[in-house]
């Protein structure tokens, strides 16, 4: 049976701080992912640990990020500005240094829609020549709870192939380029690939997959947040060879667009499709988001697919929408109590 986990959203905060100082070692987890649903399970994570890193995609084409990229040969800093910002403390420090950092520019100008952090962090990585270093010092200027590293050191770019892109031809099949159409798409993503192939991983990326106690996908957009860290061959193999246990976390609703109609379920199976041998310990999901008994069997049955048990959790906010901070900290806290240890797993 699916394992079902409770806990009151005011309440777990404190316990854990305090579950924290009783540790002889906080456990060392690596989140991967981007865009807000990485936001969501970082500042959930921060919450458990000092030893956090966040494994962020670079493939952002759009927005302030792809106006730098194009304009200046840079990663795209949009995700790791947002990875940073979830980051940031609940003291007045953190809370103001990320308002600070997701501030955008509104102007007849130039500057218009660029966000502050991103031009900070193009900034010191045009002066340090390093990303990896530059992403430290930004962390170190706002009290960042954890690092944040980019999953690979080039830009890079999504294609997907799309089927039924244009209504008229629903058993098309066409190529949408670029993160920004791909998250938009009005067909069905079948799959996906990284441009140029086979890039390189940050080897600190690597590294850190390796050393940890625990390694977390998801939640996030599927197609252009999640599955993109299994594109890169380093990266993935490390995920695969890690001796770290590895939780995937579910959405809690499809995205328009990119994953349109997926149940959860359809979800793993598009996960297996991409995984290229990676398993999984634990998939967590909603268990609202779930629905009827029938749906957590299928459900259940993907997750062992992957090697993984099903853990149905509250995690989901009052619009049903949104991860709650305290709520999937919770579920993150109970998978990792209850399963955690330090001595390697395989």
Same mark, same amino acid.
């Given at each position: 049976? =699916?394992?079902?986990? !409770?806990?009151?959203?005011?309440?777990?905060?404190?316990?854990?701080?305090? $579950?924290?100082?009783?540790?002889?070692?906080?456990?060392?987890?690596?989140?991967?992912?981007?865009?807000? !649903?990485? /936001?969501?399970?970082?500042?959930?994570?921060?919450?458990?640990?000092?030893?956090?890193? *966040?494994?962020?995609?670079?493939?952002?084409?759009?927005?302030?990020?792809?106006?730098?990229?194009?304009?200046?040969?840079?990663?795209?800093?949009?995700?790791?500005?947002? *990875?940073?910002?979830?980051? +940031?403390?609940?003291?007045?420090?953190?809370?103001?240094?990320?308002?600070?950092?997701?501030?955008? %520019?509104? /102007?007849?100008?130039?500057?218009?829609?660029?966000?502050?952090?991103?031009?900070?962090?193009?900034?010191? @990585?045009?002066? #340090?020549?390093?990303?990896?270093?530059?992403?430290?010092?930004?962390?170190?200027?706002?009290?960042?709870?954890?690092?944040?590293?980019?999953?690979? =050191?080039?830009?890079?770019?999504?294609?997907?192939?799309?089927?039924? #892109?244009?209504?008229?031809?629903?058993?098309?099949?066409?190529?949408?380029?670029?993160? $920004?159409?791909?998250?938009?798409?009005?067909?069905?993503?079948?799959?996906?690939?990284?441009?140029?192939?086979?890039?390189?991983?940050?080897?600190?990326?690597?590294?850190?997959?390796?050393?940890?106690? @625990?390694?977390?996908? !998801?939640?996030?957009?599927? %197609?252009?947040?999640?599955?993109?860290?299994?594109?890169?061959?380093?990266?993935?193999?490390?995920?695969?060879?890690?001796?770290?246990?590895?939780?995937?976390?579910?959405?809690? &609703? *499809?995205?328009?667009?990119?994953?349109?109609? %997926? /149940?959860?379920?359809?979800?793993?199976?598009?996960?297996?499709?991409?995984?290229?041998?990676?398993?999984?310990? %634990?998939?967590?999901?909603?268990?609202?988001?779930?629905?009827? &008994?029938?749906? +957590?069997?299928?459900?259940?049955?993907?997750?062992?697919? #992957?090697?993984?048990?099903?853990?149905?959790?509250?995690? *989901? =906010?009052?619009?049903?929408?949104?991860?709650?901070?305290?709520?999937? =900290?919770?579920?993150?806290?109970?998978?990792?109590?209850?399963?955690?240890?330090?001595?390697? @797993?395989?």
């Amino acid at each position: 049976m =699916a394992g079902t986990y !409770g806990g009151a959203a005011g309440g777990p905060g404190g316990a854990f701080r305090a $579950a924290r100082r009783r540790d002889r070692r906080a456990p060392r987890i690596v989140a991967l992912g981007g865009g807000q !649903g990485l /936001s969501a399970s970082l500042r959930a994570l921060r919450r458990l640990t000092d030893e956090l890193t *966040a494994v962020v995609t670079v493939a952002d084409d759009g927005g302030s990020s792809g106006r730098l990229r194009d304009e200046l040969g840079v990663l795209p800093p949009g995700d790791l500005r947002k *990875a940073l910002a979830a980051l +940031c403390g609940d003291d007045e420090w953190g809370r103001t240094w990320s308002e600070v950092i997701q501030h955008r %520019f509104q /102007s007849d100008g130039e500057l218009h829609g660029h966000a502050l952090g991103n031009l900070l962090i193009v900034a010191l @990585w045009e002066k #340090l020549g390093d990303p990896v270093a530059a992403l430290e010092w930004v962390g170190r200027l706002l009290g960042a709870h954890g690092r944040v590293l980019p999953m690979s =050191a080039v830009p890079l770019h999504i294609e997907a192939t799309v089927r039924g #892109l244009d209504p008229a031809e629903p058993d098309g099949v066409s190529i949408v380029h670029g993160q $920004a159409e791909v998250a938009v798409t009005p067909g069905t993503v079948e799959a996906i690939r990284l441009l140029p192939e086979d890039p390189p991983a940050v080897p600190e990326a690597v590294e850190a997959v390796h050393a940890a106690d @625990w390694v977390v996908l !998801g939640p996030g957009s599927w %197609f252009t947040s999640v599955l993109p860290h299994l594109m890169v061959p380093q990266l993935r193999d490390a995920v695969a060879g890690t001796p770290a246990r590895k939780v995937l976390a579910l959405n809690l &609703v *499809a995205q328009p667009g990119e994953t349109e109609g %997926f /149940s959860p379920q359809r979800h793993l199976e598009v996960f297996l499709e991409h995984a290229g041998g990676v398993e999984l310990d %634990f998939v967590l999901a909603d268990s609202a988001a779930v629905g009827a &008994v029938a749906d +957590c069997e299928a459900l259940r049955d993907a997750a062992k697919r #992957l090697g993984a048990e099903l853990v149905l959790a509250p995690v *989901a =906010a009052s619009d049903g929408a949104r991860h709650d901070p305290e709520l999937l =900290a919770a579920a993150y806290d109970r998978i990792f109590r209850t399963h955690g240890r330090i001595a390697p @797993w395989r």
